[in-house]
């Protein structure tokens, strides 16, 4: 069982930078795959980043690629979503998740356990 917890979401005006992080319970978090996922009102839950339990590799959505770096700290049991020049396109309800998997996962269906969410606003 791993329990995930968002934090570092708020409010920001376009252009500004936000740096998201998710904590997770368990010793096991090396070998989970982890992935950041978002969902703005009346839409879908849609990709954002993921990466690979070692961190030597990740994916970007289209949208996000260049102004977003996903990385994992594993001593920390913590990964991170740095996101640099937001747009108003990316508020939504940022979610962290994790799958027993050590390559990179896009699909959320696979995802096994997630966060509840952090609430990004980019606004002025």
């Known amino acids: 069982q791993v329990q995930l917890v968002e934090s570092g979401g708020g409010l920001v005006q376009p252009g500004g930078s936000l740096r998201l992080s998710c904590a997770a319970s368990g010793r096991t978090f090396s070998r989970y795959a982890m992935g950041w996922f978002r969902q703005a009102p009346g839409k879908e839950r849609e990709f954002v980043a993921a990466?690979?339990?070692?961190?030597?590799?990740?994916d970007y959505a289209d949208s996000v690629k260049g102004r977003f770096t996903i990385s994992r700290v594993n001593a920390k049991n913590t990964v991170y979503l740095q996101m640099n020049s937001l747009k108003p396109e990316d508020t939504a309800v940022y979610y962290c998740?994790?799958?027993?998997?050590?390559?990179?996962?896009?699909?959320?269906?696979?995802?096994?356990?997630w966060g509840q969410g952090t609430q990004v606003t980019v606004s002025s």
């Open positions: 998740a994790a799958d027993r998997a050590t390559i990179v996962v896009v699909d959320a269906t696979w995802y096994d356990y």
């Open positions: 990466i690979s339990w070692s961190g030597a590799n990740s």
